[in-house]
């Protein structure tokens, strides 16, 4: 008699995709089906991860991030997830950067284990700066205590190693700028920005900007005349995040500076501290304006207009 041989089970929508993954179909309906994965397929999908061809995960990563400005619905964040084991530096790097929305408390995990013990100074660059997120939190007061400390503690000591690589070091740093009330941090800001490293300073007035304290003000305004182009930046995207009107004579000048990142900066900074004198130094400076800086000032102008100070009421 003959044995009726047994029937392959059908595959399953996720696993139909992974083998048009592998085969280079990258279209949306097919990427979209490795979002909001239940446990389940979270499982099959790490299982079957390294098998789908290096290239294509680099593509299929980069494709996460579009899609998801795209199709505000979906959620590849358990996806992301996997990635960060990729054996690929580039795929752990765009999975690091891919997860900047998620502030959950196990995301904070998982940045903080990847900048302590990932073999690419890269991952652990994109690490540290994703962080900085978490450190606005902390000091808010929107994480718990223990958490806050843990955070604050390894980013010190990233920042003050030596023997850390520059790149990590140098993103440490700016992720402690929402601690900067805190001497110990206070001191290794001043260090780097003393220190005559040039990368190292300009990370020094990052962090003083995301400090949102307005003791650094008069660093920054002095920096935003600096004959480094880089620093002028850095100066005047914190003289925007410190939100001083004083900041207004002096960002002016650099919106009409030789350099187009600095001239940008400094129009999104008079942009981020609003109301009626941000608005008249943007509309006397569209009057001069070249064609590729009016489009942003216009835009600049708008955002400008919507922190406008409020009008007093008549008695």
């Given at each position: 008699?003959?044995?009726?041989?047994?029937?392959?089970?059908?595959?399953?929508?996720?696993?139909?995709?992974?083998?048009?993954?592998?085969?280079?179909?990258?279209s949306?309906?097919?990427?979209?089906?490795?979002?909001?994965?239940?446990?389940?397929?979270?499982?099959?999908?790490?299982?079957?991860?390294?098998?789908?061809?290096?290239?294509?995960?680099?593509?299929?990563?980069?494709?996460f991030?579009?899609?998801?400005?795209?199709r505000v619905?979906?959620?590849?964040?358990?996806?992301?997830?996997?990635?960060?084991?990729?054996?690929?530096?580039?795929?752990?790097?765009?999975?690091?950067?891919g997860?900047?929305?998620?502030?959950?408390?196990?995301?904070?995990?998982?940045?903080?284990?990847?900048?302590?013990?990932?073999?690419?100074?890269?991952?652990?660059?994109?690490?540290?700066?994703?962080?900085?997120?978490?450190?606005?939190?902390?000091?808010?007061?929107?994480?718990?205590e223990?958490?806050?400390?843990?955070?604050?503690?390894?980013?010190?000591?990233v920042?003050?190693d030596p023997?850390?690589?520059?790149?990590?070091?140098?993103?440490?740093?700016?992720?402690?700028g929402?601690?900067?009330?805190?001497?110990?941090?206070?001191?290794?800001?001043?260090?780097?920005?003393?220190?005559?490293?040039?990368?190292?300073?300009?990370?020094?007035?990052?962090?003083?900007?995301?400090?949102?304290?307005?003791?650094?003000?008069p660093?920054?305004?002095?920096?935003?005349?600096?004959?480094?182009?880089?620093?002028?930046?850095?100066a005047?995207?914190?003289?925007?995040?410190?939100?001083?009107?004083?900041a207004?004579?002096?960002?002016?000048?650099?919106?009409?500076?030789?350099?187009a990142?600095?001239?940008?900066?400094?129009?999104?900074?008079?942009a981020?501290?609003?109301g009626?004198?941000?608005?008249?130094?943007?509309?006397?400076?569209?009057?001069?304006?070249?064609?590729?800086?009016?489009?942003?000032?216009?835009?600049a102008?708008?955002?400008?207009?919507?922190?406008?100070?409020?009008?007093?009421?008549?008695?």
């Amino acid at each position: 008699m003959d044995v009726e041989e047994p029937r392959e089970q059908p595959r399953s929508a996720l696993e139909r995709a992974i083998s048009n993954l592998r085969d280079g179909d990258l279209s949306q309906t097919q990427v979209a089906r490795l979002s909001d994965l239940s446990r389940e397929n979270a499982r099959t999908l790490t299982r079957a991860w390294e098998s789908i061809p290096e290239e294509t995960r680099i593509d299929l990563v980069r494709r996460f991030d579009e899609l998801s400005e795209e199709r505000v619905e979906l959620n590849f964040n358990r996806a992301l997830r996997i990635a960060l084991d990729d054996s690929s530096a580039v795929v752990r790097q765009l999975a690091v950067a891919g997860l900047w929305e998620d502030e959950s408390r196990d995301v904070l995990d998982l940045m903080r284990h990847v900048l302590e013990t990932d073999a690419s100074p890269d991952v652990r660059a994109q690490a540290a700066a994703a962080l900085e997120r978490f450190s606005g939190r902390a000091v808010d007061g929107s994480l718990d205590e223990s958490a806050a400390t843990d955070l604050r503690n390894d980013l010190r000591r990233v920042a003050s190693d030596p023997e850390a690589p520059y790149s990590v070091q140098r993103r440490a740093l700016e992720s402690l700028g929402p601690y900067a009330a805190d001497p110990e941090i206070e001191s290794l800001i001043l260090d780097a920005y003393d220190s005559g490293d040039h990368g190292l300073q300009c990370s020094a007035i990052y962090a003083m900007g995301q400090s949102l304290d307005s003791r650094w003000l008069p660093t920054i305004l002095m920096e935003l005349e600096s004959d480094e182009p880089e620093i002028r930046f850095e100066a005047a995207r914190a003289a925007g995040l410190l939100g001083a009107a004083d900041a207004l004579p002096v960002l002016l000048e650099a919106a009409r500076d030789d350099d187009a990142e600095v001239r940008h900066a400094a129009i999104g900074a008079i942009a981020q501290i609003g109301g009626r004198g941000a608005v008249r130094a943007l509309e006397r400076l569209a009057e001069d304006a070249g064609e590729a800086d009016l489009e942003l000032i216009e835009s600049a102008i708008e955002e400008a207009n919507i922190l406008l100070d409020p009008i007093p009421h008549s008695s």
